[in-house]
């Protein structure tokens, strides 16, 4: 019996932050209109669902991610009634919309927030973390932010410090108070009953803290002069006990609804996100696998970490990968100009859900930007460290043309971060007729990907070459084509004898889009920083 999948398993999500993406309205900011005329593009490249960075009322101190009011729509980016036109051009399209839930925080423009630091004893004062200072008058306890500093600010009206990892304009929820996740599954049903298809959920693992605030304790293996952060080992706020009940709750609500998908972002070792599937795969559909952005750019470095990933899914987990966001500095520039179509091809083959972050489809790089133009908080409050840890480089404006501002916004307008310097050259337009561009490279991988049962459903097998810069494995499933793909992580020309898994077979699609034809398998000739995508023509007799 054919198995069912959901579009969630077969399609890939591109993520857009939409700052960056199209501006309508000549303010210099992208915008939900934007989006909208670009939605034929969107569905020429084979994409299934579009996730959308926050786009909720917000002071934009953290740029969205510190949420004023989680059922309305920022007037920077339009209307609701704009939101409604999207989304109904999205389904028409037969594309699906995953917006971006921020639950572990909010603005400190919030009117609960608001509410909670007016006084000790207002209603809403233990919706959030709130304590006394330490004997000597400092912090409650040796908690980080991630974006430097005490993860504590003081309020002079009340007398007490509240908790933000983030920004110190993003205070967070107290999840152990019994009304805050009733009102957090509130703003998601909102969504859920407008059509939306799913949330994105942010920081998803650190939503629930040590009751006890307990100090953190120094790494034993840490080392002096790396970012104080990085020093502590994060147990007391990070994946602490209470959080899958969290999940599981929000699962349901998910699962009440038709055909929706609930993703989690979760930066941990791979075993403990694991967890995040739940017991019975009741939790997330999707906890986000960033172990492609985080591994070495090395042939069995990469190997390895997704040989390890399949292993140690749980039963009926559903596998992803994650090559880019808006928090990591582009692919193309990660692995080099000469390894994107490799990485792309790695992405969009192997088994699972494949997210792409806007641009990566033309190979955009990180945009160069001079630390006044930067606006991230983790690059403006720690200048010193700016260029490593400012996200700003791999926002810049999409780049669909080769008129000045790309054709993002309008040519005399000045968009709210740089354009990237290559955009003459690096746009849609220029790369949607040309076969050999990244652009026709990406589409023919999507078209093949989604015609493909092996690419879409299939199994992951990997295969043995002996050599350093290699990896390759073979996609397959029931009644369908076999592929073989193989990856040539390094500069230097190979030969490989790989008869042993097709006597025969044909180049579907070459990362340099002008080899094609019939294949040897015994002597398999691969150049230096190619992948090839091979469609078996013969199979190796089992007798």
Same mark, same amino acid.
């Given at each position: 019996?054919?198995?069912?999948?959901?579009?969630?398993?077969?399609?890939?999500?591109?993520?857009?932050?939409?700052?960056?993406?199209?501006?309508?309205?000549?303010?210099?900011?992208?915008?939900?209109?934007?989006?909208?005329?670009r939605?034929?593009?969107?569905?020429?490249?084979?994409?299934?669902?579009?996730?959308?960075?926050?786009?909720?009322?917000?002071?934009?101190?953290?740029?969205?991610?510190?949420?004023?009011?989680?059922?309305?729509?920022?007037?920077?980016?339009?209307?609701?009634?704009?939101?409604?036109?999207?989304?109904?051009?999205?389904?028409?399209? %037969?594309?699906?919309?995953?917006?971006?839930?921020?639950?572990?925080?909010?603005?400190?423009?919030?009117?609960w927030?608001?509410?909670?630091?007016?006084?000790?004893?207002?209603?809403?004062?233990?919706?959030?973390?709130?304590?006394?200072?330490?004997?000597?008058?400092?912090?409650?306890?040796?908690?980080?932010?991630?974006?430097?500093?005490?993860?504590?600010?003081?309020?002079?009206?009340t007398?007490?410090?509240?908790?933000?990892?983030? %920004?110190?304009?993003?205070?967070?929820?107290?999840?152990?108070?019994?009304?805050?996740?009733?009102?957090?599954?509130?703003?998601?049903?909102?969504w859920?009953?407008?059509?939306v298809?799913?949330?994105?959920?942010?920081?998803?693992?650190?939503?629930?803290?040590?009751?006890?605030?307990?100090?953190?304790?120094?790494?034993?293996?840490?080392?002096?002069?790396?970012?104080?952060?990085?020093?502590?080992?994060?147990?007391?706020?990070?994946?602490?006990?209470?959080?899958?009940?969290?999940i599981?709750?929000?699962?349901?609500?998910?699962?009440?609804?038709?055909?929706?998908?609930?993703?989690?972002?979760?930066?941990?070792?791979?075993?403990?996100?694991?967890?995040?599937?739940?017991?019975?795969?009741?939790?997330?559909?999707?906890?986000?696998?960033?172990?492609?952005?985080?591994?070495?750019?090395?042939?069995?470095?990469?190997?390895?970490?997704?040989?390890?990933?399949e292993?140690?899914?749980?039963?009926?987990?559903?596998?992803?990968?994650?090559?880019?966001?808006?928090?990591?500095?582009?692919?193309?520039?990660?692995?080099?100009?000469?390894?994107?179509?490799?990485?792309n091809?790695?992405?969009?083959?192997?088994?699972?859900?494949?997210?792409?972050?806007?641009?990566?489809?033309?190979?955009?790089?990180?945009?160069?930007?001079?630390?006044?133009?930067?606006?991230?908080?983790?690059?403006?409050?720690?200048?010193?460290?700016?260029?490593?840890?400012?996200?700003?480089?791999?926002?810049?404006?999409?780049?669909?043309?080769?008129?000045?501002?790309?054709?993002?916004?309008?040519? %005399?307008?000045?968009?709210?971060?740089?354009?990237?310097? @290559?955009?003459?050259?690096?746009?849609?337009e220029?790369?949607?007729?040309?076969?050999?561009?990244?652009?026709?490279?990406?589409?023919?991988?999507?078209?093949?990907?989604?015609?493909?049962?092996?690419?879409?459903?299939? @199994?992951?097998?990997?295969?043995?070459?002996?050599?350093?810069?290699i990896?390759?494995?073979?996609?397959?499933?029931?009644?369908?084509?076999?592929?073989?793909?193989?990856?040539?992580?390094?500069?230097?020309?190979?030969?490989?004898?790989?008869?042993?898994?097709?006597?025969?077979?044909?180049?579907?699609?070459?990362?340099?889009?002008?080899?094609d034809?019939?294949?040897?398998?015994?002597?398999?000739?691969?150049?230096?920083?190619?992948?090839?995508?091979?469609?078996?023509?013969?199979?190796?007799?089992?007798?």
């Amino acid at each position: 019996m054919t198995k069912n999948y959901a579009w969630w398993q077969t399609g890939i999500v591109y993520q857009i932050y939409p700052r960056s993406y199209q501006d309508s309205n000549g303010d210099g900011i992208g915008d939900l209109a934007g989006i909208a005329t670009r939605l034929d593009y969107l569905k020429s490249i084979n994409i299934d669902a579009v996730w959308l960075s926050p786009i909720y009322p917000s002071p934009m101190h953290d740029f969205g991610y510190d949420v004023a009011d989680y059922i309305a729509i920022n007037p920077l980016f339009g209307t609701m009634a704009d939101f409604d036109h999207l989304l109904a051009e999205l389904h028409q399209r %037969d594309l699906k919309l995953i917006l971006d839930l921020v639950p572990n925080h909010t603005s400190d423009e919030h009117a609960w927030f608001l509410e909670s630091r007016s006084s000790r004893d207002n209603p809403k004062r233990d919706w959030y973390i709130w304590r006394d200072p330490a004997p000597d008058g400092g912090p409650p306890n040796n908690w980080l932010s991630f974006f430097g500093g005490p993860a504590w600010t003081f309020d002079e009206t009340t007398g007490q410090y509240y908790l933000h990892q983030f %920004d110190v304009h993003q205070p967070e929820l107290n999840y152990r108070h019994p009304d805050v996740f009733p009102a957090t599954l509130d703003n998601m049903r909102f969504w859920l009953d407008k059509g939306v298809d799913g949330f994105r959920v942010d920081v998803i693992w650190l939503m629930i803290k040590d009751e006890a605030l307990r100090d953190e304790p120094l790494k034993p293996d840490y080392i002096e002069g790396t970012p104080l952060f990085s020093q502590f080992d994060h147990i007391y706020t990070q994946d602490v006990e209470g959080i899958h009940d969290l999940i599981r709750e929000m699962r349901r609500l998910i699962d009440s609804y038709s055909d929706r998908v609930l993703i989690g972002e979760i930066y941990l070792p791979m075993q403990r996100q694991m967890n995040y599937f739940g017991q019975n795969n009741d939790e997330c559909h999707i906890p986000y696998n960033f172990e492609l952005i985080l591994s070495p750019w090395q042939a069995q470095a990469v190997r390895t970490l997704v040989d390890t990933y399949e292993a140690a899914l749980p039963d009926g987990a559903w596998p992803n990968w994650v090559l880019g966001n808006h928090d990591q500095h582009r692919v193309a520039t990660r692995v080099g100009a000469a390894q994107d179509r490799v990485a792309n091809m790695l992405l969009l083959t192997l088994r699972g859900t494949p997210t792409t972050y806007y641009g990566e489809e033309i190979g955009m790089q990180d945009g160069q930007i001079p630390l006044d133009k930067m606006h991230d908080p983790p690059a403006v409050n720690q200048p010193e460290l700016a260029h490593e840890v400012g996200r700003d480089f791999e926002r810049t404006p999409m780049q669909w043309d080769a008129t000045p501002n790309a054709g993002f916004t309008d040519p %005399d307008v000045e968009p709210w971060l740089p354009v990237a310097a @290559d955009y003459v050259t690096r746009n849609v337009e220029a790369q949607n007729t040309d076969p050999t561009s990244m652009l026709s490279f990406y589409r023919a991988l999507t078209d093949l990907r989604r015609a493909e049962p092996s690419l879409h459903v299939g @199994d992951y097998i990997a295969i043995d070459t002996n050599l350093d810069d290699i990896f390759a494995y073979v996609r397959s499933a029931p009644d369908a084509d076999t592929f073989i793909i193989v990856l040539n992580f390094g500069p230097n020309a190979h030969t490989l004898d790989l008869s042993h898994i097709a006597v025969g077979a044909t180049i579907a699609i070459a990362t340099d889009r002008v080899r094609d034809g019939l294949i040897d398998m015994s002597s398999l000739e691969i150049n230096g920083n190619e992948g090839l995508l091979l469609r078996a023509s013969t199979l190796p007799s089992n007798e």
